[in-house]
């Protein structure tokens, strides 16, 4: 390029969430959420994977091959210390993020998460974990609900069919986790009363 920096420019570029459903959009024209289901419920706003499942394309040549893929997961709490450490300097302490510089450069050993956690007080409530193969997710917790579904993220990408009656001991973990991982907003529309939020 004209100014000479593109060779030592990474380029990250992702989205924010799965696709919407409102503003005049035609996701199933579009398939938006691919392999994902395009349905109400299941993109935007939710903890399914079409809610919250994205792709993150990166460039910069001369260190990430050109066509690579890989199939590691992470969320934007990452993107700090990943770009940290590619820039030389040590992330902030604290935080959650765990630098995925070995994944993009495909050299040494990537670190993984031992589970990732979300919750969103919109549509009902939500609350979802990911740990190794296993997802769990709880919806409308406003209107009483406090069942964990759990999916098999290995059989049953698209979260098809709810083993949580197979496999109680796997549920009860999710149901620690989502005590352990919540911590209570000052943000009163962001409070779970349900959790025990005051």
């Known amino acids: 390029m004209e100014e000479e920096i593109y060779d030592n420019t990474l380029i990250i570029f992702s989205s924010d969430n799965g696709p919407t459903y409102s503003g005049g959009v035609d996701p199933e024209f ?29 460039a910069w040549p001369g260190h990430i091959e050109p066509g690579s893929v890989s199939d590691h997961i992470s969320a934007f709490y990452d993107l700090m210390p990943t770009l940290s450490e590619i820039a030389g300097f040590a992330p902030p302490k604290g935080i959650d993020g765990i ?27 939500q609350q979802a974990v990911r740990m190794g193969k296993w997802k769990g997710i709880r ?4 209107e009483g609900n406090m069942k964990i579904e759990l999916y098999d993220m290995e059989a049953d990408l698209q979260e098809t069919t709810d083993v949580s009656a197979q496999f109680p001991k796997i549920v009860h973990e999710m149901e620690k986790i989502m005590i352990q991982e919540h911590e209570p907003s000052t943000n009163e529309k962001f409070k779970f009363k349900q959790l025990g939020d005051r």
């Open 99 to 125: 630098s995925f510089k070995a994944t993009l450069l495909n050299e040494g050993v990537q670190e993984q998460h031992k589970l990732l956690y979300w919750e969103f007080p919109s549509y009902g409530g």
């Open 139 to 142: 919806k409308n917790m406003f």
């Open 30 to 58: 579009f398939d938006s959420a691919n392999p994902f289901s395009n349905a109400y419920g299941r993109t935007k706003g939710y903890t399914y994977e079409g809610g919250i499942r994205v792709p993150l394309i990166a």
